[in-house]
């Protein structure tokens, strides 16, 4: 099909390769639900870092140095709900280094709690 395979947001135009429906999967974050069978597998948790695209070698590398690498990727994140797709790279893994000394069943329920009312209030994603 063509389509690059970097992130949606390094490209220049990335519009053109999305499906009529794409931008509001995205908006709505419907586009996640395919992973709830990673969560059923046991290869995600619905709470955690997000998983790191192949290309991201600095995230990789600062979660691998921070031990965040560790943890179980999630659906959501403590970083998810602190700015989602506005944070840098080095902020994001201050809030999942902040997950992985703070994390427990409540911080859990907080986290999902807040991913709620992002996704329905649609705040917080820039593509």
């Known amino acids: 099909m063509g389509t690059p395979t ?3 947001h390094m490209l220049s135009d990335s519009l053109k390769y999305l499906t ?3 931008p509001f999967l995205r908006k709505s974050s419907l586009d996640e639900l ?13 709470v ?3 998983p790191a695209l192949f290309n991201q070698d600095d995230l990789i590398a600062l979660r691998t140095q921070y031990g965040v690498d560790m943890l179980l990727p999630g659906l959501t994140g403590w970083a998810q709900v602190n700015g989602r797709d506005e944070l840098s790279i080095s902020i994001k893994v201050q809030y999942d280094v902040e997950y992985l000394k703070k994390q427990s069943f409540w911080f859990d329920m907080y ?7 992002k996704v329905v ?3 917080g994603v820039s593509h």
């Open 48 to 50: 955690g870092p997000r």
């Open 20 to 22: 009529p429906v794409g």
């Open 34 to 46: 395919p992973q709830l069978w990673s969560i059923f597998i046991g290869d995600m948790s619905f």
């Open 111 to 117: 986290i999902l709690g807040l991913t709620f009312l």
């Open 121 to 123: 209030r649609g705040s």
């Open 6 to 8: 970097v992130a949606t």
